[in-house]
């Protein structure tokens, strides 16, 4: 067995691992990435690709969110991959709804979001996606963008590989773990930081620290149709009115409450399986749908054609499209804290799990990756400025 050395060695190459080895080699830093998988291939590559700070709450969540938005954009302009700048918009179809979005509107600038409401023709003047039948409105937000996560995810390692000479180990699952050292494959290694984001596996590793964090597991459910007509572009990504009640952005909004009674007493099932709807573009032109929420420890393998049909049926109310055939349907699986918004662990000295985003991992993810280099040492406190 050899014996080879890393400053930084990362467990897991879904976008948190990837994140964390841009900050560490960008920092300097020589990293390797082991991944037990040919190519990642769980929740980063199962969602919407929306880099979103809008959903995240008022104050350091927010601000993560902000400074992980700078860090992507920084990335994939030194790496040279495509994104979608084109903002979101939440669009209202409900006197409710509208309420809730002129509330937060008016509370946005001293939270620190930038954001405000469109009137009907505005609305429809930012996207040709949208059903005009009924529409009264929309939170309007240019913060957001949207990247392809299989596209990105399968890019970024022969990036971090050339520009910093990140050194990556696919179909390599790390046995143990007893800092400084790790073994993976036929090798030992010894690391200053081990940093473990090993998604929702809560079981090869540490499994007494995940058992006893409160960490779940949760599922849902997505769909992405063909591809459009070339030159049809979705433009903002979409979400809707029962997005409103899901994002913890919008709990500082008092009307909130009169909106979730009316989605519980009107369309309980949407509750049931945790539904909201959003809408992201593709890299070839296909539209992603979803998505559903089932939490738990187990997950069920099959998918529910009632959760889909619920999905669809909603989406269907706001969105026009040339082509909503559905193409692929998928699940994913994430980590998630039942209160708290992430999840840093030390079961031993010089090692940190990074778990749960909740579900914001794209959005959130290159702002913990720069807390953690911060917390252990590798950035100056003013990280930012690095």
């Not at 400074?67 to 302009?77: A, F, H």
Request: charged fraction near 20%; aromatic fraction near 8%.
């Amino acid at each position: 067995m050899s014996h080879r050395t890393a400053d930084v060695a990362i467990v897991g190459a879904g976008i948190l691992g990837l994140a964390h080895a841009y900050v560490a080699a960008r920092a300097g830093k020589s990293v390797v990435v082991f991944e037990r998988n040919p190519r990642a291939m769980g929740a980063s590559v199962r969602n919407f690709g929306m880099i979103w700070p809008i959903g995240q709450p008022n104050g350091a969540m927010h601000q993560m969110a902000l400074r992980s938005r700078s860090l992507w954009l920084e990335m994939l302009q030194a790496a040279k991959l495509s994104y979608r700048p084109h903002g979101s918009l939440h669009v209202l179809y409900r006197p409710d709804e509208v309420e809730v979005v002129k509330e937060f509107v008016e509370r946005a600038p001293g939270l620190g979001y930038d954001c405000g409401w469109l009137d009907r023709e505005a609305t429809l003047a930012r996207s040709h996606a949208i059903q005009p039948e009924g529409l009264l409105g929309a939170l309007w937000s240019d913060t957001e963008f949207t990247v392809d996560p299989r596209q990105v995810l399968a890019a970024l390692p022969a990036f971090l590989e050339e520009q910093y000479g990140v050194r990556f180990h696919f179909s390599t699952p790390v046995r143990s773990i007893t800092a400084p050292h790790l073994e993976a494959g036929s090798d030992r290694w010894s690391a200053e930081n081990i940093i473990v984001c090993s998604g929702e596996d809560f079981e090869t590793l540490f499994p007494g620290h995940f058992a006893a964090s409160g960490l779940t597991r949760c599922k849902l459910q997505m769909l992405r149709t063909a591809p459009q007509p070339a030159g049809w572009e979705l433009g903002p990504s979409l979400a809707a009115g029962l997005t409103l009640r899901f994002y913890p952005a919008f709990n500082v909004c008092s009307s909130l409450d009169a909106l979730r009674k009316r989605i519980a007493e009107e369309t309980p099932e949407y509750d049931q399986w945790g539904i909201h709807a959003l809408v992201s573009q593709t890299a070839d032109g296909a539209l992603t749908l979803g998505d559903s929420h089932e939490n738990g420890l187990t997950i069920d393998i099959f998918n529910k054609e009632e959760i889909d049909r619920l999905i669809l049926r909603y989406t269907h109310q706001f969105l026009r499209a040339p082509d909503l055939s559905i193409a692929e349907r998928w699940f994913g699986v994430y980590a998630k804290h039942p209160d708290k918004p992430t999840v840093v662990m030390h079961p031993q000295q010089g090692v940190r799990i990074v778990a749960s985003p909740g579900g914001s991992g794209m959005t959130l993810s290159f702002g913990m990756a720069e807390q953690s280099m911060v917390e252990l040492g590798v950035l100056a406190g003013d990280a930012a400025h690095v």
